[in-house]
């Protein structure tokens, strides 16, 4: 039996255990739960960090303001000193538009160890005064009717304290189609959402695209300041509102959708290079585990299937196939979620290896001192990562 054989049978083990035993983290069936309106709906702030977001807030902020919403709430949208008329352009739209109250706030400069949303967010809870509920939602992030009015009412019939929504993202041209599926796929092979929706589970995560929040919970796990520093800080505001006895649930979004375009390689790149190091605590070790694990786990189904056919060694191929196989079903339903045909599903070892290199390029990035660039701004790595 040939090296080849092995590493195919050790492939198959794998993907039958991620299938079978992974906390379904393949399914799609995740969505926010149907709830009754409260007796007293509670007031909410929805809190919009933008800094040069002149070119998506004309489709995304007039939905926000134009939410119906029972009870108290208005819209905070912090101008992270943008250099594009971020702030003028969203009070003409908010005259043009009405709806929900907007005040467009300004922060002081960015202080060091802070990351220029969360001092954005941060302000803006300053702003938000007494509301018992916070929606943060990013700028590029569009609401359809009835998104607010259904996340307080699961929040609220289900004593959650972060209700979060992986908002659906673009998949307009051929490299979204390629690329953005197989984003959510992995996010949630590393944070199961099932599992991280269980009150028990260590594992927590949400998508800071739609995260509601409980301002008492906020200010138990200490407030935006706990995670001041951290690049990725949905799974760390997670993590701190569970780690203080809060309850978190993440899902899937119907109402919820990322406007921002992404129609070549170059900016789907950036969006997975700029923290996929951080996710890997600036670690050496667990980068050179994640590029083997990605090698063994996409990689080698694929490999030792063409390797086998190719070479008569029909063992290795049929196993080789049979994790490929495997890998592929559990991909089918993002992809019909996406609505992007079944057929794509074997094409997954090969975005994995785009995402390989995307997370080798963070490294690499990080070890210029280049660190985590977004809008304008490098973060180094944190004294303490979240």
């Not at 919009?48 to 998506?56: K, L, M, N």
């Not at 971020?86 to 202080?111: E, F, H, K, W, Y």
């Not at 990322?258 to 700029?274: A, D, I, Q, T």
């Not at 996929?276 to 080698?300: E, F, N």
């Amino acid at each position: 039996m040939t090296v080849l054989w092995w590493v195919s049978v050790v492939s198959l083990l794998v993907w039958v255990w991620l299938a079978a035993c992974h906390g379904g983290f393949w399914r799609t069936d995740q969505r926010l739960p149907a709830a009754p309106g409260p007796a007293r709906w509670p007031a909410v702030v929805v809190l919009v960090p933008a800094r040069d977001e002149a070119d998506v807030l004309p489709v995304s902020l007039p939905s926000v303001l134009a939410q119906e919403y029972p009870g108290p709430a208005r819209v905070v949208l912090v101008d992270d000193h943008s250099t594009d008329g971020t702030g003028a352009l969203a009070r003409g739209l908010a005259d043009r538009v009405g709806g929900l109250p907007l005040t467009v706030s300004t922060p002081p400069p960015l202080p060091a160890g802070w990351t220029g949303k969360l001092w954005a967010l941060r302000h803006g809870v300053e702003q938000a005064g007494d509301a018992e509920w916070l929606l943060l939602t990013d700028a590029d992030i569009a609401h359809r009717p009835g998104s607010l009015r259904a996340l307080v009412a699961a929040g609220e019939a289900n004593g959650l304290d972060l209700v979060s929504q992986m908002a659906r993202l673009r998949v307009a041209s051929r490299w979204e189609r390629l690329i953005v599926p197989a984003f959510v796929y992995f996010f949630a092979q590393l944070y199961p959402f099932r599992r991280s929706n269980r009150p028990g589970a260590r594992t927590a995560a949400a998508a800071g695209g739609c995260s509601l929040v409980r301002r008492e919970a906020l200010e138990r796990a200490g407030g935006i300041a706990a995670i001041r520093g951290a690049v990725i800080d949905d799974v760390s505001l997670a993590r701190a509102v569970k780690r203080t006895g809060g309850r978190t649930w993440l899902g899937l979004a119907d109402r919820v959708d990322s406007v921002r375009p992404s129609p070549g390689l170059g900016p789907l790149w950036r969006m997975v290079s700029r923290s996929a190091y951080a996710q890997l605590r600036y670690s050496p070790l667990l980068l050179t585990g994640t590029v083997a694990g990605l090698g063994l786990v996409y990689l080698a189904p694929p490999v030792t299937a063409l390797a086998g056919l190719a070479t008569g060694a029909w063992g290795t191929a049929a196993t080789g196939l049979a994790a490929w196989a495997v890998m592929a079903g559990t991909y089918v339903p993002m992809l019909r979620y996406y609505g992007v045909r079944a057929a794509a599903a074997p094409l997954l070892p090969f975005t994995a290896l785009l995402y390989l290199l995307m997370t080798v390029d963070s490294a690499l990035q990080h070890w210029r001192g280049r660190g985590a660039a977004w809008k304008g701004r490098t973060y180094p790595r944190p004294q303490r990562a979240e």
